[in-house]
């Protein structure tokens, strides 16, 4: 669950409530954020200039230096890490300080020099959000390979720490930023971060509909692809394919689209939930073109088409899941210690990510999952069960096959789903019983088939479980008494209902049912829909 204000559990649950929406969509060239190096005039010993173009566009902290009347004792500064020390964001910071007017006497410059040619619809610079500090005037060179000059921008009086150059840049192949004049007196430069493209924002009043579909398979059968699909006001033409000034023709697969949801929590104030993190995969202008409509997914999407071809051998889940992520370039991701203990003989063939990913998720009894933070998760459910400490643990005579469960509090309880929010009684379905369970146990070229019997089920359906990753009885003993335990709990609830942005999928929650009782069951599937109001269905899985 998303960590929430007490307003937010008051107002997410009120009898009124008003919800808005805003779409984040990257219109960036990827391609020249991996095909450039970056020169400047000098830096100070604290700057990282590797960090230009990493896409993290604000830092971590306001940093202390000595710089006059900037750093203030009032506790939000803080000391800045030694070069080697951490991976701080800090970005680009000028060696030169600014004279008593912000002037540089030598121009501060930076300069992006590239080995192939690109194109982008303009130019973000931010500079120092978090200090609220910025240059005021200063130059942008475009250039092509040959040394052609596309564009020149000469930017002056900014007040804003966020410049957006919004204009079709075709062939680039060198980008030259100059720097003339800091917003304060006695200032180094200081840039967080340069984006080859802009970053449009989508709210409310552009907004026509948004839908997004999350979903978690317990067992890892499968690996679902988290989706979103929004519709926007088009009448600008910004998205029309014949509008040589628009941005149609700088869209590309993988770009990135963030959305969020708010929940009004004062008059006009909302609290915006984060709602994951995707890549573009299709766009069109709908008929009319007074409205353009967008499809994106998360991360597992681009791994289907990465393949693992070397697989370490000998090693642990723990260094495999790392080894695979390493190769298809995921920066950003969390695995449980949990599967350093578990050791594999590795892939003998080669196989895509997203695949070899699902064979880890099973031989660790782990969840598969991109967070709403963009972070992809491998962890095992004994710690999404037990990672929420505001929730008492109960654990009742053969309660879920003994399995131990969270139970929620009362009050504005976010994991309580009961009629006041319940548009109608939820549906039931009972799945089948699991009578048996093959599995396959893989020890170089032999394998070895092992049956797993369901105890006190005489009838029921059996499947065969073939993991490359189980290489000993008693691994495949291990996954197979955990899988059987889920099988168990065979009550698969669907709740259409109001929604609430901050549960997630692996949350346990209480349904309420017609017979006043509260069925404890995990989230395995959420849907979205909002269309200046919100709503959606929730499918949880529990016991009977």
Known sequence: MIQVSRQYKEAVYAPTRRAKAKVGFEILDNEA?????????????????????????????????????????????????????????????????????????SYQILEFNFTEEH????????????????????????YRLDGTLIHKEEVTGNDNPLYVL?????????????????????????????????????????IIKLNMIEEMNIISDKIPSNEIKFTIDNKSKEFNILNPEGFYRFLKERQEVQASIGVEVRENEFEYIPMGKFYLTDWQSDEGALTASFTARDVF????????????????????????????????????????????????????SRKALQYIGIAGKAAVYQCRQGILQIKQFKVLDKQDTQYVYFAGPDMFC???????????????????????????KLDKLLYSLVMVVNNGEEKQEVTFYNEGIKEGSSFKVDNPLINSIEHAEDVAKWIIEE?????????????????????????EDSYDAKKLSRITKQEFEY???????????GGV
């Open 33 to 105: 954020y991996n095909d450039n190096t970056s020169i400047v005039t000098g830096e100070a010993p604290i700057s990282r200039k590797g960090q230009l173009t990493n896409k993290k566009r604000n830092m971590d902290h306001k940093y202390a230096t000595f710089e006059k009347d900037y750093f203030k004792l009032d506790g939000s500064f803080c000391i800045p890490p030694t070069p080697d020390e951490g991976n701080s964001e800090l970005g680009w910071w000028s060696d030169d300080i600014s004279d008593e007017n912000g002037v540089f006497t």
């Open 119 to 142: 194109n982008s619809m303009g130019l973000t610079i931010t500079f120092d959000t978090m200090a609220n500090e910025y240059a005021s005037d200063f130059d942008i060179e475009i």
């Open 166 to 206: 919004i204009k079709g840049l075709d062939n680039y192949g060198r980008i030259v930023i100059t720097i003339k004049k800091w917003a304060k007196p006695y200032r180094r430069a200081r840039i967080t971060e340069v984006d080859f493209g802009v970053i449009q924002e989508y709210q409310d009043d552009k």
């Open 301 to 352: 999407e681009l791994l289907e088409s990465i393949d693992y071809k070397e697989s370490l051998t000998n090693t642990n889940l723990y260094d495999l899941v790392e080894d695979v992520l390493t190769k298809a370039n995921v920066k950003d991701y969390f695995i449980d210690e949990g599967l350093k203990n578990i050791p594999t003989n590795g892939f003998t063939k080669s196989l895509n």
């Open 402 to 428: 003994g399995m131990i469960y969270p139970m929620a509090d009362e009050g504005y309880d976010m994991k309580n789903i009961t009629f006041d929010n319940i548009y109608n009684e939820p549906q039931i």
């Open 487 to 511: 099988y168990n709990l065979r009550a698969v609830y669907s709740i259409n209902w109001r929604q609430n942005p901050c549960l997630e999928c692996g949350d346990i929650v209480l349904v």
């Open 531 to 541: 269309a200046g109001y919100l709503g959606g269905k929730t499918e949880t899985k």
